[in-house]
């Protein structure tokens, strides 16, 4: 897809972001915030993975919650299952990519913990096997997608699914899902 203009993209943008600002998604991230909220508090691990674009996103949430987002407060118990770039390589050369993230949730995930799962697409293999992992394991799992959620969708507890099929527009709803998360885990987290 190519745009015509910087005004004509920005609008689209706009109108995917009006599209996802519905009572079910306010509904569902409440719900969410609650499940994040929930593990910190009895010091559960909130694991966030996701590859390319979503795992930028996965490693921007876990900066907001280690470090802060807009209150001065301790630093949050969230390991971005992206970042360990000597362990991704390891295990995908050993053995596949497809289970790197599986392996990281087997590593540090927690029953009573939560693992927010983000694709686009809701079939990034890796991610799925990372929530299927986590069920097993007893953590809950909290999908960023698109798409309608793809495979993804039915593993979770909760879905926050970008009413979109575009890559860039499911990209920019997310963004500003997960700050709304972040904002909500902090504010609640504060003074804890």
């Known amino acids: 897809?190519?745009?015509t203009s910087l005004r004509e993209y920005l609008l689209i943008s706009a109108d995917s972001l009006r599209a996802a600002?519905?009572?079910?998604?306010?509904?569902?991230?409440?719900?969410?915030t609650d499940m994040c909220v929930d593990a910190l508090k009895v010091g559960k691990p909130l694991l966030v993975c996701g590859n390319g674009g979503s795992a930028s996103d996965a490693m921007h949430i876990a900066g907001e919650l280690v470090a802060r987002f807009l209150k001065e407060r301790k630093g949050l118990n969230c390991i971005c299952l992206s970042s360990n770039t000597a362990m991704i390589t390891a295990w995908a050369n050993d053995y596949d990519y497809d289970s790197v993230f599986a392996r990281q949730v087997e590593a540090y995930g927690q029953g009573g913990g939560v693992l927010i799962a983000i694709s686009t697409s809701g079939?990034?293999?890796?991610?799925?096997?990372?929530?299927?992992?986590?069920?097993?394991m007893g953590l809950a799992v909290i999908g960023l997608t698109g798409c309608g959620g793809?495979?993804?969708?039915?593993?979770?507890?909760?879905?926050?699914?970008?009413?979109?099929?575009?890559?860039?527009?499911i990209q920019q709803v997310h963004v500003c899902l997960y700050h709304y998360l972040c904002e909500q885990i902090e504010a609640r987290m504060a003074g804890v």
């Open 1 to 3: 897809m190519t745009y």
């Open 21 to 32: 600002a519905t009572d079910e998604m306010e509904s569902v991230l409440a719900k969410a």
């Open 150 to 169: 793809g495979k993804l969708a039915p593993v979770c507890d909760v879905v926050l699914d970008a009413p979109s099929t575009f890559t860039p527009m």
């Open 123 to 136: 079939n990034s293999k890796n991610v799925l096997q990372a929530a299927q992992k986590a069920k097993a």
